[in-house]
């Protein structure tokens, strides 16, 4: 382990021709980058991962047919896919309207996107349950539409896009900023309607920065955890969600149990990115 954390700082300081004896600035910030990717990035994965390894194949398989665990997957992933669409969709028209409209109140509602980054996340989830609960602004008319939100699966959908929304609408917002107006106009002189010049013009140069808001929306959902253990009942086989799940397993001294459910989070999330990232490489090298 402690070979694998020193490994990028003795490249830096061998004998070899292509490396100086004597470092320049850019060489020891690069080692020093390097060291502490590993240290914040590497190394606990790598811990954990080596920590599975010790588990058995029965136990890794009693976790993967537990029907608590399979539920709090299914419910987990579902939940943060859903959240991650909708958050696409009204993320994307958000920035559009920060960007194109100007309107009372605009820096109040630029300011206001930020807040689930600067709220901890406790909070959130009481926010969510004083406007959703039975007494709270939304809990009359949700009533009377017959729609439980607090302790429900509702209320970990909603808890999922309040805290991941901000990352779809700050990464679709500057690559609007930066697409030049000649572009529309040019498509305009050539009789193309507002909606096809979006369409055909626009959209295709904001999909790349879509899906990467559209991803990190989702990777923050599966792991949220401090608003949903508020505002959900975090009951088996209901509304609980891997997070909490892995909580309850620590706080039950099951450390093996948590630690390959944490795995199969983290394989699966591993998957999701990577295959993501390989298709916004293979569409810029389609475009070239």
């Known amino acids: 382990m402690i070979s694998i954390y020193l490994k990028p700082l003795k490249i830096l300081l061998s004998k070899n021709r292509k490396f100086p004896k004597v470092l320049n600035v850019f060489e020891i910030l690069l080692g020093i980058a390097l060291q502490y990717g590993i240290l914040i990035l590497v190394l606990p994965v790598f811990i954990l991962?080596?920590?599975?390894?010790?588990q058995t194949w029965l136990s890794l398989n009693q976790i993967l047919t537990d029907p608590t665990a399979l539920s709090a997957y299914r419910l987990t992933f579902l939940s943060a896919f859903s959240a991650a669409l909708i958050n696409a969709f009204f993320g994307l028209i958000l920035a559009w309207i920060l960007v194109r409209y100007e309107f009372p109140g605009k820096k109040l509602l630029d300011a206001a996107i930020d807040l689930p980054f600067a709220l901890p996340t406790s909070v959130g989830g009481l926010t969510l349950m004083t406007v959703?609960?039975?007494?709270?602004?939304?809990?009359?008319?949700?009533?009377?539409?017959g729609i439980q939100v607090v302790f429900s699966q509702i209320g970990v959908l909603i808890a999922m896009i309040f805290v991941s929304l901000p990352f779809v609408v700050r990464t679709v917002q500057p690559v609007l900023q930066n697409i030049e107006e000649q572009i529309e106009e040019?498509?305009?002189?050539?009789?193309?309607?507002?909606?096809?010049?979006?369409?055909?013009?626009?959209?295709?140069?904001?999909?790349?920065?879509?899906?990467?808001?559209?991803?990190?929306?989702?990777?923050?959902?599966?792991?949220?955890?401090?608003?949903?253990?508020?505002?959900?009942?975090?009951?088996?086989?209901?509304?609980?969600?891997?997070?909490?799940?892995?909580?309850?397993?620590?706080?039950?001294?099951?450390?093996?149990?948590?630690?390959l459910i944490a795995i199969i989070v983290l394989l699966v999330s591993f998957v999701f990115l990577f295959t993501i990232n390989y298709i916004q490489l293979w569409r810029q090298a389609f475009a070239k």
């Open 132 to 145: 959703y609960n039975d007494k709270g602004w939304m809990g009359p008319i949700c009533s009377w539409l």
């Open 49 to 54: 991962l080596s920590n599975a390894r010790k």
């Open 186 to 259: 040019a498509a305009w002189c050539l009789g193309a309607s507002s909606w096809t010049t979006f369409w055909h013009i626009l959209f295709p140069l904001l999909i790349p920065s879509l899906l990467t808001g559209t991803v990190l929306s989702f990777s923050r959902a599966i792991g949220e955890y401090g608003s949903i253990i508020l505002i959900s009942s975090n009951i088996p086989m209901k509304d609980l969600v891997i997070s909490v799940l892995i909580f309850q397993k620590l706080e039950q001294y099951d450390y093996a149990g948590a630690t």
